[in-house]
Structure formats: structure tokens, C-alpha cells
């Protein structure tokens, strides 16, 4: 793929997730394509369909969540005390919750579950490389599954409303920490 098909297929990405999160599935594709600062054609050119759209997100969040386990493999095993709260908000940094349950929503899942099944388990086996040595270090019971760990992380880091941001500044940050000190051992 030539760098500028490249670029606008990572923009279109980056403008669903961004519209999914704020405005759900319903969004229409040309306001994607505008948020993407691409035309109409290029955004069916790289995703013929909504559907394809859908599989499009799920593969670049597998593949960047492969990645980012990957970058954190070495610090985990040589400070897993630094690093593992430095990987937990690396993940945070991904948005997951906030565009991810809309991503689904607006699709036939049972046309894309093997799809999403085989991205979800490449993504999740990653993850649980990173549990795993977290565990061994003892920051983590031996009870967390990958499975656990990024539902968890998911709903601690769901869209809050503007108000207890205002009450509570970084209460994101907050929840995330609480949530990490939860899984330690007893």
C-alpha cells in the first residue's frame, strides 16, 4: 500500500473511533470520511462497508495492542514494579471503552464474530503475556485472566461525565490506580 493510502486509512480509523465514541454507530460515513479529511470515495475505496469498517477498527486495535504488550515485554521483566503501572496506562491511553461497545453496536455481529473472535484472542493473548509477568511479580493475583484484567480496565475507564471531572480532577487516574491496587494480592 503506497504511504499516502497508508495515511488515509489511518485516518479514517482514527476519525470512527473518535466519532463512535462521542456520537455512536449511527454516525453518518460522510461525516467520518469529513472528520478524516478524506472524500467519500476514499473511505469506500478502504472500506467498502460498514462492516468492513467495524473489522478495519478491530484489526488496528488488535494489532496496537499487540504491539504495546510487546514495547513492554523487556520493562516487565526487568522493573515490573515501574513498568507495570506504566503499560496499564499506556492501555488507558487507547480509548477501548469509550469507542469500542458503539463500534459493535451499529453492526451484524454474528457476521463478524469469527473475525472479531480471532483479532480479540491475538490481542488478548498479547495481554496476558503482560499479566502473566506482572503475576510472577507479585502485582497481580494469581486468579486474573488477560480476560479479567482488560474488562476491568474497560469499565474503570469508561466515559465519565464532564461533571466528576469537574468534582474530581484526574478521577480517571485515580480509578485506574485503585483498580491496579485491587489486583495485587492479599
Given at each position: ?41 476514499t473511505l469506500y475505496r478502504h472500506f467498502p462497508t460498514q462492516q468492513d469498517l467495524v473489522v478495519g477498527v478491530v484489526e488496528w486495535l488488535s494489532t496496537t495492542i499487540h ?85 476491568g480496565l474497560a469499565v474503570t475507564t469508561r466515559p465519565l461525565p464532564a461533571a466528576a471531572h469537574a468534582l474530581v480532577p484526574d478521577v480517571g487516574g485515580w480509578l485506574v ?10
Amino acid at each position: 500500500m503506497r504511504a499516502d493510502a497508508r495515511a488515509n486509512r489511518a485516518a479514517i480509523l482514527a476519525a470512527t473511533r473518535e466519532l463512535y465514541a462521542t456520537r455512536g454507530p449511527d454516525v453518518p460515513l460522510s461525516a467520518i470520511a469529513e472528520q478524516a479529511g478524506v472524500g467519500a470515495g476514499t473511505l469506500y475505496r478502504h472500506f467498502p462497508t460498514q462492516q468492513d469498517l467495524v473489522v478495519g477498527v478491530v484489526e488496528w486495535l488488535s494489532t496496537t495492542i499487540h504491539d504495546l504488550c510487546g514495547r513492554w515485554l523487556e520493562p516487565m521483566r526487568s522493573d515490573p514494579a515501574t513498568a507495570w503501572p506504566g503499560f496499564a496506562a499506556d492501555m488507558v491511553e487507547l480509548k477501548v471503552a469509550a469507542f469500542m461497545p458503539r463500534v459493535v453496536e451499529g453492526v451484524d455481529i454474528d457476521d463478524l464474530l469469527p473475525q472479531i473472535v480471532e483479532r480479540r484472542d491475538a490481542a488478548l493473548a498479547a495481554v496476558g503475556e503482560v499479566v502473566e509477568l506482572a503475576k510472577g511479580a507479585g502485582l497481580v493475583r494469581e486468579d486474573v485472566t488477560a480476560v479479567q484484567f482488560q474488562m476491568g480496565l474497560a469499565v474503570t475507564t469508561r466515559p465519565l461525565p464532564a461533571a466528576a471531572h469537574a468534582l474530581v480532577p484526574d478521577v480517571g487516574g485515580w480509578l485506574v490506580e485503585v483498580y491496579l491496587r485491587g489486583l495485587r494480592p492479599d
